[in-house]
């Protein structure tokens, strides 16, 4: 019987192999294919953005076999050279929880080097009937079994570790289980000799010679000597009141073990565990050592430490869920989203000025350029967008302008007493500059735009080819103590610029701020009058005001 299942075993293996490297299904949450026909309505409402969650998807069976050491844990000790085999099937119900269907086939072996007399009188008991304890037997008896043990168990199966934070997959899981089912058993005792007789020889050496046998290895190697290998004798079995199947003892039994399996491949997995098995019967190593025939009493149980290969089976799935990680779909997401819907940013410009609604402060024209705010740039503050503005820097002097941004600037006049209002008299330096331009700031700042520093360097141009002539610089504003500094820090930004920046000698500028009738953001430039003077510098009004 047991050669037959070893051929079954050897063919499982056979035909594992025969399939151990063609394809698994590569695990994808948009792929269809491996999503059951049930869920597949999940699985569109999460592909469209309407659901949260990716349906579970089909994975794989599992099918092992396994060999390892099966022990006896009962009244008589355990030989250790004890056989155990089995094969189960197990299916994932989700990431952490798998259920196993399970058979073991053990043969125990069992040997007590203490001579018992527990069996004398009792009735039913095969040593008595044997005449071991009778005036023609042996005194004594050493206690020993073989038995053939089968189960079938149903065990939920918990993964502890396939859950990670930091990793998406792990080479090995460790997991626990626990599980119901039905022992079958068969115990024989070896009382004996091959001439069908009881083993007198042994009893009588032991007896003549204590101190040759005094240590228990002696013993049982003596014993072993002794004996032969047959196991003929049925052991003690309830008789009648327990249930048979095949002639053998069936008792309910409950299975809890823990194990590691280490993944070799896709497919492929190596096990390592160990399972324990109760049974509520005391006969499965043929002994119990109450006198008094009861039934009860303390139960033995067997132990089963084995290796296993596992293989992974099934078309169209995904790994059995246990090997993988259910976080892996939240990372990708996080990282590369997918399926995640995030809407077109929406930059409204109805101007099309190039700054948007929410930031611009004027809906300019077409076609004219603006500043950060989606204001029209007005270079000379004239009043006149410089996109509609035909003379682009208009000094404060020629203000106001036209439509245009055209200024009426005052006439050159030979003599002044014959010149009434704006007129002036004839400034040589001014026929020589030329119509000098205005620089503006923005409200309330003290920075020179790129388009202020270029006027200034048209300006420093004229200065070189004209260096007799002076330029005052003017600002305006002086009707708050902040007006009066933000109008000199204006000045002697220019005044700065063009001596710093541009090598214009200092004492060819006249310091003039504070004056009313201008601008508060602007500075004028004109040149000189003959007889104009004034200092180059002038120290601040208000230097704690002072703009950096």
């Known amino acids: 019987m047991a050669s037959k299942k070893f051929k079954l075993l050897l063919g499982m293996t056979c035909l594992m192999s025969l399939t151990a490297f063609s394809q698994v299904g590569v695990r994808s949450y948009e792929d269809s ?12 409402e999460f592909l469209n953005g309407t659901y949260n969650y990716p349906a579970k998807p089909r994975n794989q069976w599992e099918v092992g076999i396994k060999a390892g050491k099966f022990t006896v844990m009962g009244d008589v000790p355990s030989l250790f050279l004890t056989p155990g085999f089995g094969v189960h099937v197990r299916k994932a119900l989700g990431y952490m929880f798998s259920l196993r269907a399970e058979y073991m086939y053990g043969i125990g072996k069992g040997m007590h080097y203490a001579p018992g007399t527990g069996y004398a009188g009792k009735q039913g008991n095969p040593w008595n009937d044997l005449g071991y304890g009778t ?29 990670r934070f930091h990793k998406a997959k792990t080479g090995f899981v460790f997991y626990g289980f626990g599980g119901i089912g039905a022992t079958i058993y068969e115990t024989k005792i070896n009382a004996l000799n091959d001439a069908g007789r009881p083993y007198f020889e042994f009893d009588q050496i ?17 014993l072993k000597d002794a004996m032969d290998n047959s196991y003929e004798t049925k052991a003690e079995n309830h008789g009648d009141y327990r249930a048979k199947l095949f002639g053998q003892t069936v008792r309910p039994s409950a299975t809890v073990g823990a194990g590691v399996a280490f993944k070799l491949g896709p497919r492929f997995n190596l096990a390592l565990e160990d399972r324990h098995t109760f049974i509520k019967d005391d006969l499965l190593d043929g002994q119990r050592w109450q006198e008094t025939g009861s039934l009860t009493g303390d139960f033995d149980s067997y132990n089963f430490a084995s290796l296993g290969l596992n293989y992974n089976i099934g078309a169209k799935a995904v790994e059995p869920l246990y090997w993988l990680n259910p976080l892996d779909y939240a990372y990708q997401e996080i990282r590369n989203p997918k399926l995640m819907k995030i809407p077109d940013p929406v930059l409204p410009d109805a101007d099309g000025d190039g700054v948007t609604d929410q930031f611009d402060q004027e809906q300019t024209p077409a076609g004219c350029p603006v500043d950060s705010h989606g204001v029209s740039l007005d270079t000379d503050g004239d009043g006149v967008p410089d996109c509609k503005d035909k003379e682009l820097i208009t000094p404060t002097y020629c203000q106001p302008v036209d439509a245009d941004g055209v200024g009426k600037c005052p006439v050159p006049c030979p003599d002044p007493a014959t010149c009434p209002g704006l007129f002036v008299k004839t400034n040589e330096c001014a026929d020589k500059l030329g119509l000098l331009p205005s620089i503006s700031f923005k409200a309330n700042s003290n920075t020179l ?87 180059a510098r002038v120290e601040p009004p208000h230097p704690n005001l002072r703009k950096k």
């Open 449 to 535: 735009s790129a388009d202020a520093e270029a006027v200034l360097a048209t300006v420093a141009g004229k200065l070189r080819n004209a260096p007799e002539c002076k330029v005052v610089v003017v600002g305006y504003c002086s009707s708050s103590k902040k007006e009066q500094q933000l109008s000199w820090d204006h000045v002697n930004k220019v005044i700065t610029y063009l001596v710093e920046k541009q090598g214009i000698s200092e004492d060819r500028f006249i310091f003039n701020y504070g004056q009313e009738g201008g601008d508060c953001n602007t500075v004028d430039l004109r040149a000189a009058t003959g007889d104009e003077s004034g200092p």
């Open 206 to 222: 032991a007896a003549a010679n204590p101190a040759v046998y005094k240590d228990r290895k002696d013993i049982r190697k003596a």
């Open 33 to 44: 294919s491996v999503i059951p026909s049930k869920r597949l309505p999940q699985h569109t």
């Open 135 to 163: 005036a023609n037997g042996p005194n004594n008896v050493y206690y020993n079994y073989k038995t053939v043990t089968q189960d079938l168990s149903l065990q939920g199966v918990i993964t502890l570790n396939n859950i």
